[in-house]
Nanobody
Framework: QVQLVESGGGLVQAGGSLRLSCAAS????????AGWYRQAPGKPRGWVAF???????TYVGSVKGRFTISRDDAKNTLYLQMNSLKPEDTAVYYC??????????WGQGIQVTVAS
């Protein structure tokens, strides 16, 4: 069983930055695609950013150019650098890893609040 533990959330003013971290209990990020999702109050959970095994990244349009997903294989950690934050980025953020043919894993979620 893989555990994912998120950190780095909190309250920030609009225009500010935060970096989320997701530490895994194994080297699962090195060999599997992973991503960040978010869920705002009253809305379904949605995909934000994705990183493939190769390191290739993709982003949902609303965060492109502002957010950067990355991973540190030596630390078994996935990151989401969030710059130029907007109030509409307020949500609970979740990290995810989806090994092909296996059950996917989720972090516990972490609150990000952007004040206007």
């Amino acid at each position: 069983q893989v555990q994912l533990v998120e950190s780095g959330g909190g309250l920030v003013q609009a225009g500010g930055s935060l970096r989320l971290s997701c530490a895994a209990s194994s080297s699962i990020f090195r060999f599997n695609p992973a991503g960040w999702y978010r869920q705002a109050p009253g809305k379904p959970r949605g995909w934000v950013a994705f990183i493939a095994n190769s390191g290739a990244t993709t982003y949902v349009g609303s965060v492109k150019g502002r957010f950067t997903i990355s991973r540190d294989d030596a630390k078994n950690t996935l990151y989401l650098q969030m710059n130029s934050l907007k109030p509409e980025d307020t949500a609970v953020y979740y990290c995810n890893v989806d090994p092909p043919g296996r059950a996917e894993y989720w972090g516990q979620g972490i609150q990000v609040t952007v004040a206007s």
